[in-house]
């Protein structure tokens, strides 16, 4: 397991939690941020790669104010950048951003977007279970 990042917001150590057993998200006590390493939100929600739709890369211009807090660990300055969370193509009409580092994959969560991960994901379910039925 890697060591637990500091928070790019708060810049204080995280806490640990364990939603799964195999899991270990960095959580931030003060801002309830959540820090994943590259690949853990897709081993979380059982997916190929954490972007549900990996086109959404495309359009990572936007630079989010904060910078990675795992490359800073090694001492890399690297910043993060706003990726839009969606299962679909329209992504300039995506209401979520998550800040991702595009250099070791990390995704940083807000408070209130890891709800928002969740509402995502959990339409992906209801779409995939449609498509079963009409197939
Ligand atoms: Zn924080
Ligand atoms: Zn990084």
């Known amino acids: 397991m890697p060591s637990p990042v500091k928070c790019p917001k708060c810049k204080c150590e995280t806490l640990h939690t364990q939603p799964e057993p195999t899991l270990q998200f960095d959580r931030c006590e003060k801002c309830k941020g ?4 590259g690949g853990e939100l897709a081993q979380f929600a ?3 790669s954490d972007l549900p739709n990996a086109e959404s890369l495309v359009s990572y211009e936007k630079k ?3 910078n990675c807090p795992r490359c800073e660990q090694s001492g890399k300055s ?6 839009p969370y969606t299962d679909d193509q329209s992504f300039s009409q995506a209401e979520l951003f998550v800040d991702y580092c595009k250099s070791c994959h990390g995704i940083w969560l807000d408070a209130k977007e890891l709800g928002g991960v969740q509402d995502v994901l959990k339409k ?3 779409k995939q279970k449609l498509q079963k039925i009409n197939k």
């Open 34 to 37: 959540t820090w994943l390493d």
């Open 46 to 48: 059982n997916l190929k």
């Open 64 to 66: 989010s104010k904060l």
């Open 78 to 83: 690297h910043a993060l950048y706003e990726i």
């Open 124 to 126: 992906m379910r209801i």
